[in-house]
């Protein structure tokens, strides 16, 4: 069964910085780097929003509200695609989830909580 873990949230104050990490099991290169990786986030009582994604096309696609503080990036070698997020608020207090697509598969992490707060 395929699974995405990700990693990396915790409690941050405001102005402070995370890296997220998410590894999918059992990928091999060919499909790491094949899949169409982002980050979502869902915040309490609201739905879940993309925060940014690396399009088809391969650049990266950001939600405007984290646009110039969040920078996904992927690590071919290790296979791990990271979010690091800089200058938080705590409107950015929110589970982060990764998300995979691949020849029409759709794939979810668990998620990692991030609680932006002083």
């Known amino acids: 069964q395929v699974q995405l873990v990700e990693s990396g949230g915790g409690l941050v104050q405001p102005g402070g910085s995370l890296r997220l990490s998410c590894q999918r099991s059992r990928i091999i290169l060919s499909v790491f780097s094949s899949s169409i990786w982002g980050w979502y986030r869902q915040a309490p009582g609201k739905q879940r929003e993309l925060v940014a994604q690396?399009?088809?096309?391969?650049?990266?696609n950001y939600a405007d509200s984290v646009k110039g503080r969040f920078t996904i990036s992927k690590d071919n070698a290790k296979k791990i695609i990271y979010l690091q997020m800089n200058s938080l608020t705590p409107e950015d207090t929110a589970v982060y989830y990764c998300?995979?697509?691949?020849?029409?598969?759709?794939?979810w992490g668990k998620g990692t909580l991030v609680t932006v707060s002083s």
């Open positions: 690396f399009t088809s096309s391969g650049g990266p």
């Open positions: 998300n995979s697509l691949w020849a029409g598969s759709e794939y």
